[in-house]
């Protein structure tokens, strides 16, 4: 089987934007680095199903927000950006059952809703700002919103690194935002990204500052603490900073990225998707490990490193959910999204 996966990042050193890699399932192998777009900042991304393609980005001149681009599988064409003053957004989400694209503002403290045009360009539906309380750590000076995503039952939730928070909102056919509920974790957790279980009655909370993931149960727009794990070796002292987080389908296995640790946690799922139970924590073979993805049936992880510039690929155990390296020095420029398509 071939797959294609999207990849972006920062554009600071090498990167030229937006690009994607193949994976040959039966070769074990990732190759054909090829560019789609020239984007400015594209550390987020997603993909519509009906060619349209959706980047965080920025103009260079202080403004910063979403961009629309039509997508064939192989390239990308601008259809517009979305910008307002200051930061760019730093994720990106789309909503097909109301045709809206959610953005999180990490600098700004905002989340972002775009409503999705007939020709898939974007317009400005909706910005929160959150209030400006914040936890203990120097990281946090104020309200830091870094993921928005519609939950199983149809609420956004946005999770605040700043506030150690995460919100959900109702959301209108038109894309306003009504508040619903704030969870809050322990100071200085910094919570990051979320993932549901199938059944949507739990959720798992990645904590960037505190290296760490929390099983929740989660019910109508609420959330409720359930374990707090770390995704580190008791003995690491130095810097990590938790980043991407993934489920599989089959809500047996969770894994978790370490920046700095370099590395990725991997844990067993037991007592109904409650219980985390580490079973490894392995090394990525590359520097600051921003994110990864299930990809090749989830028979794969391919992980992307910002720093090192280079691509691993790992087999996945489907039983006992361990990882085994195939492939570390494939060269991706500034990587922070991986973004598997079909």
Request: proline content about 3%; charged content about 25%.
């Amino acid at each position: 089987m071939i797959e294609k996966i999207l990849l972006s990042g920062y554009t600071k050193r090498a990167s030229k934007g937006v690009y994607s890699v193949v994976l040959d399932t039966d070769k074990e192998m990732i190759s054909n680095l090829e560019e789609v777009a020239f984007v400015n900042g594209p550390t987020y991304l997603t993909v519509d199903g009906n060619g349209h393609l959706y980047t965080v980005s920025a103009d260079g001149q202080g403004n910063g927000g979403t961009s629309a681009f039509t997508f064939d599988g192989s390239k990308a064409t601008l259809l517009n950006n979305v910008f307002a003053p200051g930061a760019s957004n730093c994720y990106v989400s789309f909503d097909s059952k109301r045709g809206l694209v959610y953005s999180a503002n990490y600098h700004e403290g905002e989340v972002r809703v775009y409503k999705q045009l007939a020709d898939g360009s974007l317009e400005l539906a909706d910005t929160v700002k959150h209030e400006n309380h914040h936890g203990p750590k120097p990281e946090q000076k104020g309200p830091l919103c870094h993921y928005a995503l519609i939950t199983p039952d149809d609420y956004l939730a946005v999770c605040d690194l700043g506030n150690d928070s995460v919100f959900t909102y109702k959301v209108s056919e038109k894309g306003k935002l009504t508040f619903v509920a704030q969870y809050k974790s322990a100071p200085g957790s910094g919570n990051r990204h979320l993932e549901f279980s199938s059944d949507g009655k739990t959720a798992y909370l990645a904590c960037e500052l505190d290296s760490s993931v929390e099983v929740l149960n989660y019910y109508d727009g609420q959330f409720e603490l359930v374990q707090k794990i770390s995704t580190i070796p008791e003995e690491f002292t130095s810097y990590n900073g938790v980043a991407a987080i993934r489920l599989t389908s089959d809500n047996k296995f969770l894994y978790v990225s370490n920046r700095g640790h370099d590395s990725i946690a991997i844990y067993s799922i037991t007592e109904e998707g409650k219980k985390l139970n580490l079973l490894d924590i392995i090394k990525t073979e590359g520097q600051i490990p921003r994110d990864f993805n299930l990809v090749g049936d989830e028979n794969f992880i391919l992980v992307g490193h910002q720093d090192s510039d280079n691509l691993t690929l790992f087999k996945r155990d489907f039983e006992t959910g361990k990882l085994k390296l195939l492939q570390k020095n494939f060269y991706a420029p500034e990587i922070t999204c991986v973004l598997p398509i079909k």
